[in-house]
């Protein structure tokens, strides 16, 4: 069993980051971190790694869309590089592995566009090792809408890419997937090397089935690591191949600094993370 090593998603910070790129990374390297979860990196890859080395941090994964013309949040829609010019910007920050953050949520609905899913992601993961990378997907929770013969999207899809495509849980979006966390990393085993570390109160249904009320990070009630319903310490236990556990909120509760300060002693002193 591997000790995870803390790092944080930057798109917990957005607005935060854009408004002070410096300021906000040393405030990270302040709290311990020494490790941070890239978003947004593909047009501004030497200002990234600029400040990264000035705060002291290393961005080992990162965040972008590799396939989708457009990248849809419930925040609003990011338009899409190719997949070279994300790998040339990857390199150059010192990324290791780039996680395709998001698939829209009709793709998952049929056995089809799963299987297109896998073999794009695939494709990209070839792609990847030419610049010294590999690729991974990072779920919500419109993978869990929709199930072929007792398996949910989201366990097809793991059924058919490559084992050299890496998986990063986040728990919250499990969990608003009604999904059992725990049983569903141990059935994944060793395929997942990260894990988003968020917690929060579980939504009464899935946000992203088809009938569900349009919704924006806003509308989710989230909380420190340990003090929702995600079952986050017995979730972290049960992880055998878990390389990052790294923090992430949709909505911060409180000033994004303390929270992050909370969930990343919650992970040190628990003992999850190297």
């Given at each position: 069993m591997t000790t995870p090593l803390a790092s944080i998603q930057l798109y917990t910070l957005a607005a935060e980051f854009s408004a002070d790129m410096d300021g906000s990374l040393a405030k990270l390297s302040e709290i311990g971190l020494k490790?941070?979860?890239a978003f947004d990196f593909v047009r501004r890859p030497q200002e990234i790694r600029e400040a990264l080395d000035k705060a002291g941090l290393a961005s080992p994964t990162g965040h972008a869309p590799l396939l989708s013309d457009e990248l849809w949040t419930p925040d609003g829609s990011i338009p899409t590089p190719a997949q070279e010019v994300v790998f040339e910007a990857a390199a150059e920050i010192g990324i290791k592995t780039v996680f395709e953050p998001m698939?829209?949520?009709?793709?998952?609905?049929?056995?089809d566009g799963v299987k297109d899913i896998a073999e794009r992601l695939n494709a990209?993961?070839?792609?990847a090792k030419g610049f010294g990378l590999?690729?991974?997907?990072?779920n919500h929770s419109q993978e869990f809408v929709a199930s072929f013969d007792g398996v949910t999207a989201y366990e097809y899809f793991i059924s058919l890419v490559d084992p050299s495509v890496q998986i990063e849980l986040d728990l919250f979006w499990a969990l608003a997937g009604q999904q059992d966390v725990v049983a569903l990393i141990e059935r994944l085993g060793d395929r997942v090397t990260?894990?988003?570390v968020k917690d929060g109160k579980a939504p009464a249904s899935n946000p992203f089935a088809p009938d569900a009320p349009k919704f924006s990070s806003a509308d989710?009630?989230?909380r420190h690591a340990g003090e929702g319903?995600?079952?986050t310490?017995?979730?972290?236990?049960?992880a055998k191949n878990v390389q990052y556990a790294v923090i992430e909120y949709d909505n911060a509760p409180g000033d994004v600094f303390e929270d992050i300060r909370d969930s990343y002693t919650f992970l040190v002193e628990g003992g999850f993370v190297a």
């Open positions: 490790n941070v979860e698939v829209a949520a009709d793709r998952w609905l049929t056995e990209a993961a070839e792609k590999a690729v991974g997907y990072h990260a894990i988003h989710l009630d989230q319903d995600v079952p310490e017995a979730a972290l236990k049960a």
